[in-house]
């Protein structure tokens, strides 16, 4: 199995005749920072604030929960990052196939990645081991399938131009469908939990189970516009492709401000909600993932400064690896047999929760390492 988040050993190797690109070190890097994020980044912060009340932990601790409704926390961000990180690798691994293979090989990779990322976005959920009622058919796997796989048809059959014009049409007219098409008994352009079309569509026509009630943040509607937070990514990957390009790191953190500029003046009459990946949220996360990957790529690609960032591309060379590992095993138990029981009572006090975490990452980074050492690449 190939992971599409990826930019593996095979994905960027060199064609036949051709010298050896660049590898991005620094997207397996961001990847792996927001999957560090995804699995520990809310445990540790919050079990350093029962050590240290600070306000800036306190600060830290609202950005690492995500909004109930409406707004923005770094939390809100960590998804559509990986999703946005999965467009950049998606410009490497599909213009390589295209070029050897040809479109068709191309869609059949496409297809068949999305097919087994949907599969497992299932099994994460629970599989067939729930009642059949309480099966989630939509969920983040669920979503990084669709994303991926319609983002992908439309980097293998349209050109730049096309697919600008994809990702525009897309935000617009998810804009559009919410602003002017009424929901029964409700009317048009309501925004608020259960009032809009978008939980509306999921009530009516997404079966088996919904993560809040009647209907599901990862919904059928919203799918739209998780494409177009592909498509970001996908611009930003064919940018940095180029070898012409030049200023990249300038030019993507002016692109990023830019796109959070739209975001928060549309969020105006159009409001930023993860739940419902709003279009103003698209170019919100989407501005928020340009900037760090100009960061990231600064400071690894360019700079060379990699030690601080050798945890995170373990992490990142098997990231779905690693989110489903926690899925399927208990770290925290693991944890506990080195430092719980009677050790951590008597001897860590107030720190006992902290030492629990930063175990827990500490084996997390341990199996990343181990899967990297011997060159173990889980891939779709």
Known sequence: ??????????????????????????????????????????????????VNASPILQKLGIQMEHVEWQGFHFEDLLFPLFVFISGVSLVFSLSRVIEQEGKAAAVWRIVRRALLLYVLGVFYYGGFGTPFEKIR????????????????????????????????????????????????????????????LTNWVDKMYLPLRKWDGDHDPEGLLSNLPAIATCLLGMFAGVFLKN?????????????????LVLGYVWSYQFPIIKKLWTSS??????????????????????????????????????????YMIHNLVDIGKIAQRFVGGDLSRLYLGDYAGLVLVLVELALTVFIAWWMYSRKIFIRL
């Open 243 to 259: 070898e012409k390009s030049r200023n990249k790191v300038v030019t993507l953190l002016a692109a990023g401000a830019i796109s």
């Open 1 to 50: 199995m190939q992971d599409p988040l990826p930019l593996s050993p095979e994905s960027t190797g060199p064609a036949p005749g051709t010298s050896k690109p660049a590898r991005l070190v620094s997207l397996d890097a961001l990847r792996g920072f927001d999957m560090f994020c995804i699995v520990g980044g809310e445990a540790l912060i919050a079990a350093l604030q029962k």
């Open 281 to 322: 949220f698209v170019l919100v996360a989407g501005g928020y993932s340009a900037i760090l990957l100009a960061l990231f790529y600064l400071v690894v690609d360019v700079w060379k400064l990699r030690g601080w960032a050798q945890p995170f591309i373990w992490i990142g060379m098997n990231s779905i690896s690693i």
């Open 137 to 196: 058919l939509m969920g983040v796997l669920q979503r990084f399938a669709i994303a991926t796989l319609f983002a992908g048809l439309i980097f293998t059959f349209l050109e730049q131009r096309g697919r600008v014009i994809a990702c525009a049409g897309i935000l617009v007219g998810y804009w559009a469908l919410l602003t002017f098409v009424p929901v029964p008994g409700i009317g048009a352009g309501h925004f608020d939990e259960g009032q809009n």
